[in-house]
């Protein structure tokens, strides 16, 4: 009985380690962005276009493995959320990102306090391949989504 | 401007590229000819081209634009009233045709208030007193002029409740694309004017 008991343990244990050595799974940020228009009440929101990313941030999308861009469809709301993939060298988006966010904090400062108070809250994130800007006072729950 | 700057993009995501086939918006919130002006620094209104806050007139020079359409107005007559805008636009102006000589200038009228947004500087008597000023400094200069905010506003002047986001100043898409059906018009006159 014991010899039994130790046995199925032991390919318990394999399982468990089997499972542990297996590579995670990335989800893509167009899932994530689904996930969090489900969960979160976000203003309507305008997709940015390559052009538009490349014009005005200076970031071209051909560098990016996944991307997502968005901004409040309104401009008296600061809402923005933005998710990149790159596997290379991050610096480049996350200076740009974080430009975004000064020009953000500038135009709303003496505008509009109540979204100026919301973006000074964001900051830009890196975690593993994933760079992140969000910008809404539903930040905290957006994250948890990111992070999953 | 940024609003409208908005609507263009969406009406790209969506194929319809309109009048407006790839119009570069060197706009950023709050921003103002007299902002525009002023040094470049980390917190400064410039707007963004490239990733990097730029002066409008470099811009313009670089891209080789060959039409320039402004709009400035209710950040100005909110910090300045009527009369000093015309001089920080004039300015504006200057640098830009010293760079870009061979530039067409158009002005865009300032569009009005929704009715019991009104404050003590930013009014829309004064919206209108800058928007006859500004044509009156158009047609003396040979710059076009397009009224577009006698196309969005009530038989009392004010701007319809039902086209503004915020019951103030800011708008929707329903008046963009009225914006957009006036540039649209004021093209077509153009062009047919130049035979």
Same mark, same amino acid.
């Given at each position: ?24 799974? *990335?989800?893509?940020? &167009?899932?994530? @962005? ?14 940015? #276009? ?6 005005? @941030?200076?970031?071209? *999308? ?9 901004? &409040? ?17 991050? *610096?480049?988006?996350?200076? #740009? ?8 904090? #500038? ?24 760079? *992140? ?7 905290? &729950? ?7 | ?5 908005? %609507? ?103 569009? %009005? ?62 008046? %963009? ?19």
């Amino acid at each position: 009985m014991k010899k039994t008991l130790a046995f199925l343990l032991a390919v318990l244990m394999l399982i468990s380690l089997a499972a542990c050595s297996k590579p995670a799974q *990335t989800k893509p940020v &167009a899932d994530i @962005y689904s996930a969090i228009e489900t969960s979160v009440a976000l203003p309507e929101m305008l997709p940015l #276009a390559d052009e538009y990313i490349r014009n005005y @941030y200076g970031i071209d *999308t051909a560098s990016l493995d996944e991307y997502i861009f968005r901004i &409040a469809s309104d401009v008296v709301r600061a809402d923005t959320v933005i998710l990149v993939r790159i596997k290379g060298d991050k *610096t480049a988006v996350r200076d #740009a990102l974080e430009l975004i966010l000064k020009q953000k904090l #500038a135009e709303m400062q003496n505008y509009l306090p109540d979204q100026y108070e919301i973006a000074k809250k964001s900051k830009v994130e890196v975690s593993g391949d994933l760079v *992140t800007l969000v910008i809404s006072p539903d930040r905290d &729950a957006i994250y948890k989504i990111i992070n999953g | 401007m940024m609003g409208f700057r908005n %609507y263009i993009t969406y009406q790209q995501t969506q194929g319809n590229t309109g009048c407006m086939s790839a119009p570069l918006f060197l706009v950023s919130g709050s921003i103002s000819a007299r902002t525009a002006l002023s040094q470049i620094h980390g917190e400064s209104l410039h707007p963004l081209y490239k990733g990097v806050k730029r002066y409008i007139e470099d811009v313009i020079a670089e891209v080789g634009a060959k039409r320039v359409f402004i709009l400035f107005g209710l950040n100005e007559v909110a910090v300045n009233g009527t009369e000093e805008p015309i001089r920080y636009l004039d300015t504006l102006i200057g640098r830009i045709l010293e760079q870009s000589p061979d530039v067409e200038i158009y002005l865009v009228s300032t569009t %009005y208030m929704v009715q019991g947004s009104e404050k003590k500087l930013l009014n829309n008597k004064n919206i209108r007193i800058l928007n006859s000023n500004r044509r009156a400094y158009a047609d003396k200069m040979g710059y076009g002029y397009i009224d577009i905010a006698n196309n969005v506003c009530d038989k009392n002047g004010f701007l319809p409740s039902s086209y503004s986001t915020d019951q103030y100043v800011h708008q929707n898409y329903i008046s %963009y694309a009225i914006w957009e059906e006036v540039m649209l018009s004021y093209a077509s006159h153009l062009i047919a004017s130049q035979g």
